[in-house]
């Protein structure tokens, strides 16, 4: 049963990293990019359980590294790993406000998370425009987080 998740586990991570590197839209004020792997972050915290902070972290990191974006690794690895986090303890099924209360807490986190990488790699005013465009990608996050909500429970279902 240990192989069967930590393979699941992989899968997940894998899923992130396509979710994140794939549909991109350039920031030029940081030169990072707004993505879609937040909701799926989300999804696999909804399935895995604690297993999803290693899945969300290792995805992520890979999808900076493999972007070229290797100054984030780190910061992503720690800021994505802590939404799964956040996720994980906080989402219960059958709990909409609780589900939209995780995903918004974790995307503030994600949010803050970036600011503060950001205002000590580049300074304040680049951190500051990246508000707006990390706040988009947290919005699409939540989104795409509470569409993935009643998919999960038959995901899960199939995955046992």
Known sequence: MKVKRLTLGG????????????PKVPV???????????????LV???LGPLSVAA???????????????TYVLPTLVIKGLMALVVWLLYR???PLRQLLA?????????????LTEWALMGLAPALAAVVPNLIQGAAGVGLGMLCV???????????
Do not use: C, N, Q, W
């Open 11 to 22: 899968v997940m991570a894998a899923l992130v990293f396509v979710m994140t590197y794939f």
């Open 28 to 42: 030029p004020a940081t030169g990072g990019y707004i993505h879609l792997g937040d909701g799926a972050i989300f």
């Open 45 to 47: 915290s909804m399935l």
């Open 56 to 70: 969300a972290a290792i995805g992520s990191a890979l999808s900076d590294l493999a972007g070229g974006y290797v």
């Open 93 to 95: 099924p059958g709990r």
């Open 103 to 115: 995903f918004f807490l974790a995307e503030a986190l994600m949010a803050a998370g970036y600011f």
């Open 150 to 160: 009643p998919l999960a429970p038959r995901m899960e279902k199939a995955l046992r």
